[in-house]
T-cell receptor, first 113, second 115 residues
Framework: EDKVVQSPLSLVVHEGDTVTLNCSYE??????LLWYKQEKKAPTFLFML????IEKKSGRLSSILDKKELFSILNITATQTGDSAVYLC?????????????FGQGTRLTINP | DGGITQSPKYLFRKEGQNVTLSCEQN?????MYWYRQDPGQGLRLIYY???????QKGDIAEGYSVSREKKESFPLTVTSAQKNPTAFYLC??????????????FGSGTRLTVV
């Protein structure tokens, strides 16, 4: 069974702190790993990682994938209250000729001023 | 602007009733997906469709049904056989062949509550 596990499930920090969110996976036919941010309703795309060891960066957010150890981390530095959201990790795989995203449980991040 | 529209945003259903959630996209995407989101459980795949007139069960298809008669539309029916239908439902679409593919495009969701 394909499985994606995120940790922690919930995290509360103060504005300005740095946070690291974790995502591990056990899947067949791995293609890529994606991170999404979900504030109220529709998840919005953050990163897609396909190759090991190559950091993707966007402003204060960065992410890296380790395909040998089967995990990824999402770092957020100098956190702001606007970073409060649920962060979803998802693995793209091919299943019976179709493309499919398998999601983790999400990490609920709360940034206190 | 292209996007996915889900309606209604909020839906209340009495036990034993079937309800249909609408999902329409004007992105010309071939693939469409329905996910269910419960607190602490992330998104779980209900059904997906790669082309018109074809769809497959996801991980939690029991108690749900779909149709894909048009490329733009992928409605989800929650039947009375679904034992715990209260949840947030997300529709998504994808053009997996795009060179700059950035994952699925999601709708804004429908929150279904059984009363």
């Amino acid at each position: 069974e394909d499985k994606v596990v995120q940790s922690p499930l919930s995290l509360v920090v103060h504005e300005g702190d740095t946070v690291t969110l974790n995502c591990s996976y056990e899947v067949t036919n791995f293609r890529s790993l994606l991170w999404y941010k979900q504030e109220k309703k529709a998840p919005t795309f953050l990163f897609m990682l396909t190759s090991s060891g190559i950091e993707k960066k966007s402003g204060r957010l960065s992410s890296i994938l380790d395909k040998k150890e089967l995990f990824s981390i999402l770092n957020i530095t100098a956190t702001q209250t606007g970073d409060s959201a649920v962060y979803l990790c998802a693995v793209l795989l091919f299943y019976q000729g179709a493309q499919k995203l398998v999601f983790g449980q999400g990490t609920r991040l709360t940034i206190n001023p | 602007d292209g996007g996915i529209t889900q309606s209604p945003k909020y839906l209340f259903r009495k036990e034993g009733q079937n309800v249909t959630l609408s999902c329409e996209q004007n992105l010309n995407h071939d693939a469409m997906y329905w996910y269910r989101q419960d607190p602490g459980q992330g998104l779980r795949l209900i059904y997906y469709s790669q082309i018109v007139n074809d769809f497959q069960k996801g991980d939690i298809a029991e108690g749900y049904s779909v149709s894909r008669e048009k490329k733009e539309s992928f409605p989800l029916t929650v039947t009375s056989a679904q034992k715990n239908p209260t949840a947030f439902y997300l529709c998504a679409s994808s053009n997996g062949q795009a060179r700059d593919w950035r994952g699925y495009t999601f709708g804004s969701g429908t929150r279904l509550t059984v009363v």
